[in-house]
């Protein structure tokens, strides 16, 4: 390829982040598309270009399409040696991009790793489970589960909303966004769900009556949150006495950049925060936990359940 040709090629942002991503890991269509936040038609102009040139090469397993940087590309001893040791110089060097996509590609694999769970007695020993999955163990679990009326409190496209309803009696699904909500009554009506009534809301100001619901789910909805005592106090309101809420979210952390890209008000929060917002909205019992944790992944989840007794939303208001 003409240098010329070859500069025009890597002169567009979004192919050098993906010949840096896949230089870090093989990856299908889908998996780059949720990495680069770029769309899916997108994505594959840009790989059928860099395939063409010969940069990243394609191979076929089963269904998928697997994507990687080709063999060689970075060959010290190639004729266009000084170019790629200063281009990977270049993509090296920390950006709020490259920092999201590294992000992004952890959470890609912390997915891979969860839906085919590898076990074994470190990596000389590991067994491959197929089919064992945790959105499967959440279905199962949800089996044993009492037909409760649950919240899914900013609950975006609706995909804990459905796991929800499979065991739910019935649940109300909130979220500010109206496009949202529309993608995700489109996605239920897709699956034959029935059991919820989506509406438009904020978390500081709930459209659901006091004191008419089992649980409240509010999953990586808090760092959204103008302010967040409000609206654990909002969940508290719409609970029956005995009432349960439960939280996932992020442990304090320092990106930043998730503020302006993903419009997160709050940099996640201490074990002791949100442990002390619970209580001052009037939860008992309150626990937290760590739900999810993986090395090199700059985040962490918190998982956090209490209980609603009789009279706390009143004690909740005079805080």
Known sequence: MEAAALLRLLGDETRLRLIRVLAREALNVSELTGVLGVAQSGVSRHL????????????????????????????ETGDRAALWQWLRQEMDRPTPATRADDARLEEVRRLRKENFAQHGAGDERQQLVPGRSWAAWSR???????????????????????????????????DRSRDVLSRAK??????????????????????????SLDVALLSQALHHAERPAAALVEASRILRPGGRVLVLDLREHGEAWVQQKLGDRWLGFSDRMLRDLLAGAGF????????????????????????????????AKKR
């Open 48 to 75: 059928g270009l860099l395939r063409d040139a010969g940069l990243v090469i394609e191979k076929r397993a089963g269904t998928f399409a697997w994507y990687s940087v080709a063999p060689g590309l970075d060959d």
């Open 140 to 174: 199962a679990v949800g089996l044993l589960l009492p037909r409760v009326a649950v919240a899914d409190l900013g609950c975006g496209e609706g995909y804990l909303t459905i796991e929800a309803s499979r065991w739910a009696r019935r649940v109300i699904a909130v």
């Open 284 to 315: 008992e019992d309150v626990r937290v936990n760590v739900g999810a944790r993986r090395a090199g992944d700059p985040f962490t989840v918190l998982v956090a359940a209490g209980t609603k007794t009789r009279g706390s939303f009143a004690k």
């Open 186 to 211: 489109a996605m239920a009506r897709r699956r034959g769900v029935t059991n919820v009534v989506w509406k438009t809301g904020d978390l500081e100001r709930l459209p659901i009556a006091t004191g």
